[in-house]
């Protein structure tokens, strides 16, 4: 099936420095992406809405110049969290609709030390 | 967002007897019902999903029960093996494009052996 694959898996930066998450969508386009953060133990939180050659729909609550997010091709979307702290460690998930269903990248783990 | 209520929050059970995991919604328009297996470290992965004009999809040992007049369904997990302990989450959404599904809070599954 579709796969959507996410890089990379484990991310430790620095506390100040910035940190991109390539989520790309192999053998078929995808228009819109989904990126999410999951806290541990708890459900998916929806962060925002990534649409090709446009700009991103960010979810209430979420900071748009702390979470970058680009759609610069119909294969790749890219997360990148800047001026990261300790605050943002967490698990971030891309996502995309496929002939399989809403299916999810494996996950980065992403550390701020 | 309209909210989809997912019980129970944690299950234990034993090798080789019956996992249950319930959900209930509230928007009648949905038309697309998935159920996702998370292991720790992992991003979620698709496991089976149902529409709404059929009333039980099975695939090996998991089978999706709906029930469209009550807004519900559930995911049966038959002899369960300790390879299926896991955090479970269902989901319900219109299927396809930028529609973006509504997840319960996840179920975490230990089967004891």
């Known amino acids: 099936g579709a796969v959507v694959s996410q890089h990379p898996s484990r991310v430790i930066c620095k506390s100040g420095t910035s940190v991109k998450i390539e989520c790309r969508s192999l053998?078929?386009?995808?228009?819109?992406m989904f990126w999410y953060r999951q806290f541990p133990k708890q459900s998916l939180m929806l962060m925002a809405t990534s649409n090709e050659g446009s700009k991103a729909t960010y979810e209430q609550g979420v900071e748009k110049d702390k979470f970058l997010i680009n759609h610069a091709s119909l294969t790749l979307s890219t997360l990148t969290v800047t001026s990261a702290h300790p605050e943002d460690s967490s698990f971030y998930i891309c996502s995309a609709w496929t002939v399989d269903g809403y299916t999810f990248g494996s996950g980065t783990r992403l550390t701020v030390v | 967002q309209q909210q989809v209520k997912q019980s129970p929050q944690s299950l234990i059970v034993q090798k080789g007897g019956i996992s249950i995991i319930n959900c209930a919604y509230e928007n009648t328009a949905f038309d697309y019902f998935p159920w996702y297996q998370q292991f720790p470290g992992k991003g979620p992965a698709l496991l089976i999903a149902i529409r709404p004009d059929v009333s039980e999809k099975k695939e090996g040992r998991f089978t999706i029960s709906f029930n469209k007049s009550a807004k519900q369904f559930s995911l049966h997990i038959m002899d369960s093996q300790p390879g299926d302990s896991a955090t479970y989450f269902c989901?319900?959404?219109?299927?396809?494009?930028?529609?973006?599904?509504?997840f319960g809070r996840g179920t975490s599954l230990i089967v004891h052996p």
């Open positions: 989901a319900a959404s219109i299927k396809g494009g930028s529609y973006i599904p509504t």
């Open positions: 053998d078929f386009q995808a228009t819109t």
